[in-house]
């Protein structure tokens, strides 16, 4: 039986972060989602707004968001269930790909059903004004697997030999 928003166990200041940092919640997210202070990389951003969606900071969540930062927060009437997340897996963070750009790649697990699923994803931040802001996805699903270049007979050896593949390494191979 999988647990409603209203049964989980509350969040204090003492709990661990959803966003598995590690830290407590205080430590970690609460301040970033409080305003009492500001993320300083675009990975704790990042955190702050998978713990958003968590705990239900959507205030959070509008105003780290590129597209609307600028625009005033109106709550939304709530439609259904909310999606129950249940853990973050930070796989890389990519800082200052360009000046004021970093990718973080990440996959945010939920509960549906009896089911775990995930969501992969690679996202784009950009700082701007002294904040990190979540900008856009860029890759959604697992990065792409890269294969090695098949050598054709004829083509010259990837040993550097200078030779024809076949009368170099092929034998060997």
């Given at each position: 039986m999988s647990q409603t928003s209203s049964e989980r166990a509350p969040i204090t200041a003492t709990?661990?972060?959803?966003?598995?940092?590690?830290?407590?919640?205080?430590?970690?997210?609460?301040?970033?989602?409080?305003?009492?202070?500001?993320?300083?990389?675009?990975?704790?951003?990042?955190?702050?707004?998978?713990?958003?969606?968590?705990?239900?900071?959507?205030e959070h969540l509008h105003r780290t968001y590129v597209p609307t930062v600028k625009t005033p927060y109106v709550a939304?009437?709530?439609?259904?269930?909310?999606?129950?997340?249940?853990?973050?897996?930070?796989?890389?963070?990519?800082?200052?790909?360009?000046?004021?750009?970093?990718?973080v790649d990440f996959t945010a697990y939920y509960r549906e059903g009896d089911a775990e699923k995930a969501m992969h994803e690679k996202s784009e931040f950009?700082?701007?004004?002294?904040?990190?802001?979540?900008n856009r996805p860029i890759r959604q699903g697992p990065a792409p697997v890269k294969t090695a270049v098949k050598v054709g007979r004829n083509d010259p050896c990837p040993c550097g030999s200078g030779k024809k593949y076949k009368n170099c390494c092929l034998g060997k191979a």
């Open positions: 709990s661990p972060c959803p966003c598995g940092s590690g830290k407590t919640f205080a430590e970690c997210c609460e301040p970033i989602i409080k305003r009492q202070r500001v993320a300083e990389t675009a990975e704790q951003v990042m955190r702050s707004r998978f713990t958003a969606h968590v705990i239900g900071a959507e939304e009437a709530e439609t259904g269930e909310p999606m129950q997340w249940t853990r973050l897996v930070i796989h890389s963070h990519e800082p200052e790909v360009r000046p004021g750009m970093s990718y950009l700082h701007q004004e002294g904040e990190w802001l979540f």
